[in-house]
């Protein structure tokens, strides 16, 4: 790990990371909609950091992940973008009803809280790579 990092943007990333551990053990018990939310945390808390450590800011107060990947300005694949913009909703949808999905718990599919969490994996991981967190 790079020693210039400051103690506040590790702080964020090994946030997201443990929210990723929330994700995959919700995704495990069957609670897809707390492992799309756990997920959409994971991925912005490693874009604040990366706001943090790329642009020497403070990151806005705002839980649009499209909005801060933008912020970033990072070049991702297409799968990673899409992902991110594709999970952004999550933060609402995934824990109140009649938000978007009448009943989350029960209408989110495995498939989908699968796809979206293994997005995020390589994202989080990327941004690790990128800041010098993770080699």
Same mark, same amino acid.
């Given at each position: 790990? /790079?020693? /210039?990092? &400051?103690?506040?943007?590790?702080?964020? $990333?090994? #946030?997201?990371?443990?929210?990723? @551990?929330?994700? =995959?053990?919700?995704?495990? /018990?069957?609670?897809?909609?707390?492992?799309?939310?756990?997920?959409?945390? #994971?991925?912005?808390?490693?874009?604040? #950091?990366?706001?943090?450590?790329?642009?020497?800011? &403070?990151?806005?107060?705002?839980?649009?992940?499209? =909005?801060?990947?933008?912020?970033? @300005?990072?070049?991702?694949?297409?799968?990673?973008?899409?992902?991110?913009? %594709?999970? +952004?909703? $999550? $933060? *609402?949808?995934? =824990? $109140?009803? /009649?938000?978007?999905? %009448?009943?989350?718990? %029960? +209408?989110? +599919?495995?498939?989908?809280?699968? =796809?979206?969490?293994?997005?995020? @994996?390589?994202?989080?991981?990327?941004?690790? %790579? *990128? *800041?010098?967190?993770?080699?």
């Amino acid at each position: 790990m /790079n020693e /210039n990092i &400051r103690s506040e943007v590790v702080d964020w $990333y090994d #946030a997201a990371l443990i929210d990723l @551990e929330e994700a =995959r053990s919700a995704f495990m /018990n069957k609670r897809y909609n707390w492992a799309l939310f756990a997920t959409h945390q #994971a991925v912005e808390k490693a874009l604040k #950091a990366a706001i943090m450590a790329l642009k020497k800011k &403070r990151p806005p107060k705002t839980h649009d992940l499209t =909005r801060l990947l933008a912020l970033t @300005e990072l070049k991702l694949e297409r799968e990673l973008e899409i992902g991110i913009s %594709e999970l +952004s909703p $999550y $933060y *609402i949808i995934a =824990r $109140y009803p /009649n938000a978007g999905l %009448e009943r989350p718990w %029960e +209408s989110i +599919s495995k498939e989908t809280a699968q =796809r979206l969490i293994e997005i995020a @994996e390589k994202l989080v991981t990327k941004i690790g %790579e *990128i *800041i010098g967190i993770k080699e």
